[in-house]
């Protein structure tokens, strides 16, 4: 490991976890109130070591796979839906920049392991090909986690076709468009770009399914091997688990040691709507947690998916959510 002093195992980074839950659990109403994750927090999440879980081993992960990032979004979205939920794009970013060239990899890095990119995928930014790389203007909704963030990752369309960008913190704004009933706390403001000019290693087709990544070369991981996008989206679907599995949790707590006549805990719709909900989360979990890791096993193998496989992956994270 080139930084970072610790090499976690896969339980002590779910033992981490699941030791914050009391903590998070307690400013899960300051996180909503505050529209973003408080300092705090974040502060817990790098004290932990959980905030390097994705990154390649070079630059202060672990040694793992992108599915222990899934695993620890699902813990912590018991006690947060948006801090889980930005800690899993937080984390995506970190595992996504061993797309892009060698050069943009070190200086997304260049501060440390702990890094936190916001992004936002959908092509709404125009590149103009000018000396040396790019000028880049555009507006993007949705961009998770971008007050801690100190890069952004943003999709554009440039004069080869779409493009991801990454730009440091200095040369975009944050517009503050956050004003919603349901994951306030994720802080998923827009980002403008009103002139920036971006270096050509920092543009890259890191969504095109043809593309040749250098990730597999540089830091050897299954994952990069297979197209960016086929797995990405377990991202946004892992919170979601656990927030389902904090519903059952708060729910049943409340009538945990109730019984007798007349107590709700003694119904029987109540026992039985309980039951399938629990395990409905507990499939969705069991997905969350064989489908990563069959497409990673045989992606260590050399096996690429097939269309077929694509397309069982696309209706798993589908049918999750």
């Not at 610790?6 to 109130?33: D, F, Q």
């Not at 006690?79 to 050069?103: D, F, K, M, Q, R």
Request: with cysteine; aromatic share 8%.
């Amino acid at each position: 490991m080139a930084i970072g002093e610790e090499v976690l195992s896969r339980e002590e980074v779910l033992r981490r976890a699941s030791a914050l839950i009391p903590r998070i659990r307690e400013r899960a109403a300051e996180t909503e109130a505050l529209r973003q994750i408080p300092e705090a927090t974040i502060d817990d999440l790098r004290a932990a070591g959980l905030l390097r879980v994705a990154n390649p081993a070079r630059f202060g992960g672990y040694g793992h796979d992108m599915d222990l990032y899934f695993e620890v979004a699902m813990e912590l979205g018991r006690a947060c839906g948006s801090t889980a939920w930005c800690y899993s794009v937080w984390s995506s970013h970190n595992w996504l920049i061993g797309h892009w060239p060698e050069e943009a990899q070190e200086e997304y890095f260049a501060e440390g392991p702990d890094v936190l990119s916001s992004s936002s995928f959908a092509t709404m930014g125009r590149l103009e090909a000018v000396d040396g790389g790019y000028r880049l203007r555009g507006r993007w909704g949705f961009s998770s986690g971008s007050d801690a963030a100190t890069w952004v990752m943003l999709g554009a369309i440039g004069p080869q076709g779409p493009r991801m960008v990454l730009l440091p913190r200095a040369d975009y704004e944050i517009v503050d468009t956050w004003f919603v009933s349901g994951l306030r706390g994720t802080g998923s403001k827009d980002i403008e770009v009103k002139d920036a000019f971006v270096p050509a290693h920092r543009v890259a087709a890191v969504m095109s399914p043809d593309m040749r990544s250098p990730g597999f070369e540089l830091h050897g991981r299954p994952s990069y091997r297979l197209p960016a996008m086929s797995l990405m989206p377990f991202t946004l679907c892992s919170p979601l688990v656990g927030m389902a599995q904090g519903a059952i949790d708060e729910f049943t707590a409340r009538f945990r040691g109730e019984s007798g006549p007349g107590r709700t805990a003694d119904s029987v719709a109540l026992q039985l709507r309980i039951a399938e909900s629990s395990a409905e989360v507990d499939a969705a979990r069991l997905i969350v947690r064989t489908t990563p890791r069959e497409t990673l096993d045989r992606a260590s193998r050399g096996e690429l998916p097939s269309e077929m496989e694509q397309a069982t992956i696309r209706r798993n994270y589908g049918y999750v959510a």
